[in-house]
C-alpha cells in the first residue's frame, strides 16, 4: 500500500515537472505534455463575439424624412393670358336688326328687316376671316296703288380684327363681295320684275359683352356701298326680260342689328 502511494505520488511529481519545462509558458486553453504545449480538453471553450446591435433609428435626433408636397396650380383665368373659347376656332356671328337706305336713293325706301351670319375661323384672338352673308327686306316708299316688294343680297368677304377683353371686345373689319337686289311690283296691269347685280364695300363695326366662356351678345353695325354692273326689267306686259348697264341705282345701306359672337 506504502509503495502504490508512492508511486502515484512520483508520477504526479513527474506531471509537474514536465509541465513546467515548456517554454514559454503554454497559453489558455493549451497545457505543457512532455515539454509540449497541447489543447487542453479540459479547457471551456471561449464564448463566441456577440456582434453590437444595430442603433436604433429612435436614439437619433434626426427627423424622418417627408415626401415633398406637391405643387398643385390654379386653373388659368381669363385675365392671366389664356384665351376663352369664343375668341378661338370657329366664329359664328349671327345678326338681326334693321337697315335704313342712306344717300341719293334715301327718300325712295322705309325703313327694313335685316338679318345674316358671319362664319369663319379665329387665325389668332385678334384676327378672324370670314365670310358674311346678309338679307335687307326692301320697303319701296310711295307707291300709291301699286304693291311692291323687294329684298337684296350680300355674300361677302368680311374679315374683323378682335380687341378682346376680359368682358367683351371690339371688333371692326371691311366688306368687300357681291350684292344683287330684285323687285316685283304688282300693277293695275299686271305684274313687273326689276334687278339688279353688282360689288358692294362698306365696313363692320361691333362691340360685344361676354355672357359665358363661349358666348358674347352685342351690337353690330355696318355700312355698305353698293355698285350694280347690270339691271333687268320685264313686264307688266311682256316677260322679255330687258337688262341694261345704265339707269341703275345704287343704294348706300346702314344697318343696326343686335348680334351674338359664339
Known amino acids: 500500500m506504502a509503495i502504490t502511494v508512492f508511486a502515484v505520488l512520483v508520477s504526479l511529481a513527474g506531471a509537474a ?112 376671316m370670314n365670310v358674311e352673308l346678309a338679307l335687307d327686306s326692301l320697303n319701296v316708299a310711295n307707291t300709291g296703288d301699286n304693291k311692291v316688294s323687294g329684298h337684296d343680297l350680300t355674300i361677302a368677304f368680311s374679315p374683323l380684327f378682335h380687341a378682346p377683353g376680359h368682358i367683351g371686345e371690339l371688333v371692326v373689319g371691311p366688306i368687300l363681295g357681291y350684292w344683287s337686289d330684285n323687285f316685283t311690283a304688282t300693277t293695275p296691269d299686271g305684274t313687273a320684275h326689276a334687278s339688279q347685280l353688282g360689288w358692294t364695300f362698306g365696313a363692320n363695326v ?41 339707269s341703275l341705282f345704287p343704294l348706300q345701306i346702314l344697318g343696326i342689328t343686335v348680334a351674338a359672337v359664339f
Request: overall charge negative; proline content about 13%; some cysteine.
Open 17 to 128: 515537472r514536465a509541465q513546467s519545462t515548456c517554454e514559454p509558458a503554454c497559453g489558455a486553453g493549451m497545457r505543457c505534455i512532455g515539454g509540449e504545449c497541447l489543447p487542453n480538453p479540459d479547457a471551456t471553450p471561449p464564448a463566441a463575439a456577440t456582434p453590437a446591435p444595430a442603433p436604433d433609428d429612435d436614439d437619433n435626433n434626426t427627423p424622418p424624412a417627408q415626401a415633398p408636397t406637391p405643387i398643385r396650380h390654379a386653373p388659368p383665368r381669363e385675365d392671366d393670358g389664356s384665351v376663352p373659347a369664343r375668341q378661338r376656332g370657329v366664329l359664328v356671328l349671327p345678326f338681326a336688326g334693321a337697315h335704313i337706305v342712306q344717300g341719293i336713293a334715301s327718300d325712295d325706301y322705309d325703313a327694313g328687316l335685316r338679318a345674316g351670319l358671319l362664319l369663319g375661323v379665329h387665325l389668332t384672338p385678334a384676327v378672324s
Open 206 to 246: 361691333g362691340s360685344f359683352i361676354a355672357v359665358t366662356p363661349e358666348a358674347e351678345i352685342g351690337l353690330l353695325v355696318s355700312y355698305q356701298f353698293t355698285s350694280p354692273g347690270n339691271g333687268c326689267t320685264a313686264g307688266p306686259t311682256s316677260d322679255i326680260h330687258d337688262c341694261t348697264n345704265t
